[in-house]
């Protein structure tokens, strides 16, 4: 039963100010091992901020956040990247080095782990992304869709229970956009939690069973992400678009148009893989 998930994150009555500006305000959220999320809401809801606070980009005025339990306001930004990873949506913003080895490294150098236990664990995880082939190559030759591996690769070394990624399918055509998207769900079923913070209601229907709303800075809901689309209050003050689903359900009298909406994603989902 999901009541019964152990919490991996836990957000309580959570603030964040920029100057007099209260950027995000009393959000209280509480993420379970192994849960799939997506963070919605319009441009400057507070999303980035919420993905950068658990990162430890920036701080919380107000309210505590755990981990396991434990505080984590005293953790730098480089200890919340043992547990705590966040992928760009551009990932030449975060590429540093030439060779594909040397940037999955970059984070085991940093924590002066022994060079034998950096190949082992370089190559493990570059096997996950479906890199390993390239282990020797520059970066710059490879295609957009592989460089975004890289940089999940050169998180995934660190071995953290919990990715975000921002908007991880821009840009990509059907055919990438679902090759990604079920090579993150191979990534989740190592027993990483997965976060994207997106604007494509079809990919969080698919992939994220729970959402989390946001307005102005504040929580609107934490839900199901079928509830969330077929809620049209939530939709107005989130500024999201409301699924064809929910209007087919409404005209041919279906009551409970969440589940149907989400048995139709689910079985559109089986047939197609």
Not at 23 to 41: K, R
Request: aromatic share 8%; charged share 25%; with cysteine.
């Amino acid at each position: 039963m999901e009541n019964s998930l152990q919490p991996l994150v836990e957000l309580h009555n959570v603030s964040v100010r920029q100057g007099r500006k209260l950027i995000l305000s009393g959000i209280t959220w509480t993420l379970c091992a192994n849960q799939n999320w997506a963070i919605l809401g319009r441009n400057g809801a507070g999303k980035t901020t919420l993905a950068k606070l658990l990162c430890g980009f920036v701080k919380e005025d107000s309210g505590a956040i755990l981990y396991q339990g434990s505080n984590i306001r005293p953790k730098s930004i480089k200890e919340r990247a043992e547990f705590i990873g966040y992928v760009m949506q551009n990932p030449n913003q975060m590429v540093s080095k030439t060779m594909i080895f040397d940037e999955v490294a970059l984070g085991l150098r940093l924590r002066h782990v022994p060079e034998e236990e950096i190949q082992s664990r370089v190559e493990k995880a570059l096997k996950v992304c479906g890199l390993l082939p390239f282990i020797k190559w520059p970066i710059s030759c490879l295609s957009w869709g592989q460089k975004k591996r890289v940089t999940i690769a050169s998180i995934l070394v660190l071995e953290p229970h919990i990715i975000i990624l921002d908007e991880p399918t821009a840009g990509q055509d059907f055919r990438h956009y679902t090759e990604f998207m079920r090579f993150l769900a191979e990534i989740n079923k190592l027993g990483v939690t997965i976060i994207l913070i997106t604007h494509d209601m079809h990919l969080m229907l698919e992939y994220t069973p729970r959402s989390i709303a946001l307005s102005e800075g504040r929580k609107l809901v934490d839900t199901s992400a079928s509830s969330v689309l077929t809620d049209l209050e939530i939709i107005k003050q989130a500024n999201l678009k409301e699924t064809s689903l929910y209007y087919l359900a409404q005209m041919v009298g279906i009551e409970d148009e969440a589940r149907f909406v989400q048995r139709f994603i689910d079985y559109e989902k089986q047939v197609r893989e």
